[in-house]
């Protein structure tokens, strides 16, 4: 790994900003491989020798993985003028990691979503080549019925022209349902309901992959996701059957 400064590897951390860690470094409390530093300048390679602070040993993590249950009300952008977004949701040391969020719910739709730093990752699940399966549960005015389910099945197309791929509908009773979708369109859940006379009401998203939300969080909570987690991602909820 190419070495890097030791100032900017706490701050990469999110441990502090920039001024604090290289106070903390002119301080002392700042070890590697057991020996204290002073220099916030020094160059190591975080890969070959082991930082500590206070004694405590630092993993050092490039990318960032972040789960969401975005509330109602905040904007999926990574900052806007007018209006709050989903990382002013985040403490001040999550605030300095660069995460972005990884597709976009709309303002009114809540659920999961996750944040990152990681450009390719993002790709990777938004692509639409990729078929990363995205599962919401909606409640419309209405009440959807088997012939929406073949509907969906076969692909919608909307009243613009747009052509969605087939997606799955599971309907809850009564105006509940559980839409799959492999592709993320502008607004597609609700078109596409809407294109069925059922307008949408709420919107939840509950997976991604086989990444289930995680809905202990409650309303603006996070957690980072673990490797294990991640891979979820590009994993089928449930194994496709065969035709
Ligand atoms: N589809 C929508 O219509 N809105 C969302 O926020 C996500 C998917």
Redesign the pocket.
Known sequence: MATMRLDKLLCDLGLGSRREVRDWIRAGRVSIDGTPVRSPELKLDPASCSVSLDGKALRYQVDHYYMMDKPVGVITATEDPAQKTVLDLLPPELQRLGLFPVGR??KD?SGLLILTNDGDFSHRVTAPKAGVEKR?LAEVDGIPDADDVSAFAAGLILGDGTKCLPAGLECLGGGRCIVTVQEGKY?????MLASRGKPVLS?R?LSIGALELDETLGPGGIRELDQQELCTVFLDRKPKTKA
């Open positions: 719910l709309d739709t919401y607004h597609q859940v609700k078109r919107l998203r």
